[in-house]
C-alpha cells in the first residue's frame, strides 16, 4: 500500500467482501485477490482463478471494478484475472550452451520493426495487455535502447529497485512486469552506442533483471540493427518473433529485412502485425485506406509468414500511449482492445504450429 494515500486495505477489502462469488461467498473471504494496492487513487488487484474459469468470473471482476471504483478517491480501478499455472513448455527445448537466464519464462518472444517509428512499442504494449488480459502472466523487456518508449507508454517513474543477488526488480504497471533501458541509463547515453554494447546491454537485461515465473516475455527490440537480434537469440530460446509494419511500401521492405535478421538466427517468425492500417476518422467513425488495403496482408503471403491482425490509426490509441494508460489496460474488451485480443490469440496458436528449424548453438 502506498502511505500516502487516504484509503486503507481495510476500506478496499470491505468493498470486495460485497462482491458475491456464482458459487456463493464473498470475493473478499475466498483468498482469491491478491496484490491489492493503491497509488494515487489507482487501485489495482489480482483475482486467482483456475485455467478454465475465466468466463465466469469475468463479471466478478467487473462488479469488483465497478464497486471500488465508486468508492471516494479511486480515480481509477485495474483488476485482473490471473491463473496460476506452471508456465508451458518451450517449444524448442534444445539445450543451450550456456544457462538460459530467461529458462523459467514460458515463451520469449520479440517484437521487431525494420525501421523505428511504424508503432512497435505501441502494439507491444497493446499486446503484452491483451495476453494478460486472458489471463497470462506476461513481461516487457524494452530493449529499443536508441527510442525506449516504454516508460512513458506504462506510465513508469522512478528507478527500478534492487532484488535478491543483486538483480533489478522489474517494475509493474497494468499487471505487467516491466524493465526498459529507459529505467536505467539517460537517453543521450545509448544513442552512441555501438554494436558491442548494444549487445552487452541487452545481455545484462536479460541475466540480470529478477524476472520470476511468467508466461511470456515481450521484447521490444531496436529497429534495424543486427547486433541486438544476434544478442537475443543467442541468449536465450526464442519462441519467435512478431514484425510490425504500417502498410506503406517502403517499411515493407524494412520489414523484409528485419524477418530475413531472424531467419538468419533461426528464430521463427509468428507473423505480422500491419499497423496504422487504415485511419478511423474521430469525427464520423468512417474508415479510410490511406495507405491503400492489404498491402502488408499481401506480403506476409509472399513471405510465406502468417498475418496476425491490422490496427488501425487512431486519435485515441495516440493520446492513450502519450498519457502512459494504454487502451488495452482501459479497455481490453472495447474496439480496439478486441483487436489486439484476436492478434494475440492469432499469436499464441503460431506458437503450437510453426515448427522451429534450429536452434541456437546447434550445428
Ligand atoms: P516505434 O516503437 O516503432 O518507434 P511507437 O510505438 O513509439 O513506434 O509509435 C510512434 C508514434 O506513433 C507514437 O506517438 C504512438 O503513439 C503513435 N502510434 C503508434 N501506433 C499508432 C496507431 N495505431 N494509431 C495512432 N497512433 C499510433
Known amino acids: ?15 470486495l467482501d460485497a462482491v458475491a462469488l456464482p458459487g456463493g461467498g464473498s470475493l473478499a473471504a475466498s483468498g482469491r485477490v491478491t496484490g491489492l494496492s493503491v497509488a494515487g487513487g489507482r487501485v489495482s488487484l489480482s483475482i486467482q482463478i483456475a485455467a478454465d474459469e475465466a468466463q465466469v468470473f469475468a463479471p466478478v471482476r467487473d462488479q469488483a471494478e465497478a464497486a471500488l ?12 484475472l490471473t491463473s496460476e499455472r506452471p508456465a508451458p513448455p518451450k517449444l524448442n527445448a534444445a539445450t543451450p550452451a550456456k544457462a538460459d537466464p530467461l529458462a523459467g519464462i514460458g515463451h520469449v518472444i520479440a517484437v521487431a520493426s525494420g525501421k523505428g517509428g511504424v508503432g512497435k512499442s505501441t502494439t507491444t504494449v497493446n499486446l503484452a495487455l491483451a495476453l494478460r488480459a486472458q489471463g497470462l502472466r506476461v513481461g516487457i ?3 529499443d535502447i536508441y527510442g525506449p518508449s516504454l516508460p512513458t507508454l506504462l506510465g513508469l517513474h522512478g ?6 543477488g543483486r538483480k533489478l526488480k522489474p517494475m509493474q ?14 537517453p543521450e547515453t545509448a544513442m552512441v552506442w555501438r554494436g558491442p554494447m548494444v549487445m552487452s546491454a541487452i545481455t545484462q537485461m536479460m541475466a540480470d533483471v529478477e524476472w520470476g515465473a511468467l508466461d511470456v516475455l515481450l521484447v521490444d527490440m531496436p529497429p534495424g540493427t543486427g547486433d541486438a537480434q544476434l544478442a537475443l537469440a543467442q541468449g536465450t530460446q526464442l519462441a519467435g518473433a512478431v514484425i510490425v509494419s504500417t502498410p506503406q511500401d517502403l ?6 529485412r528485419g524477418i530475413a535478421m531472424f531467419r538468419k538466427v533461426d528464430v521463427p517468425i509468428l507473423g505480422i502485425i500491419e499497423n496504422m492500417a487504415h485511419f478511423i476518422c474521430p469525427d464520423c467513425g468512417s474508415s479510410h485506406a490511406i495507405f491503400g488495403q492489404g498491402g502488408a496482408e499481401a506480403e506476409a503471403a509472399r513471405l510465406s ?11 485515441e490509441l495516440r493520446a492513450a500511449s502519450d498519457a502512459g494508460q494504454p487502451v488495452t489496460a482501459r479497455d481490453p474488451d472495447g474496439p480496439l482492445g478486441r483487436i489486439y485480443q484476436q492478434i494475440a490469440r492469432t499469436m499464441m496458436a503460431g506458437l503450437t504450429t510453426i515448427p522451429r528449424a534450429k536452434s541456437p548453438g546447434q550445428p
Open 1 to 15: 500500500m502506498n502511505g500516502s494515500d487516504s484509503l486503507g486495505d481495510r476500506e478496499l477489502r470491505a468493498v
Open 69 to 80: 471504483r465508486a468508492l471516494p478517491g479511486v480515480t481509477s480501478v485495474f483488476a485482473v
Open 141 to 143: 523487456l524494452d530493449a
Open 159 to 164: 528507478k527500478p529497485g534492487m532484488g535478491q
Open 173 to 186: 504497471a497494468y499487471g505487467l512486469q516491466a524493465m526498459s533501458m529507459g529505467l536505467l541509463v539517460e
Open 251 to 256: 517499411s515493407l521492405i524494412d520489414a523484409r
Open 305 to 315: 509468414v502468417p498475418f496476425l491482425g491490422a490496427v488501425p490509426l487512431t486519435m
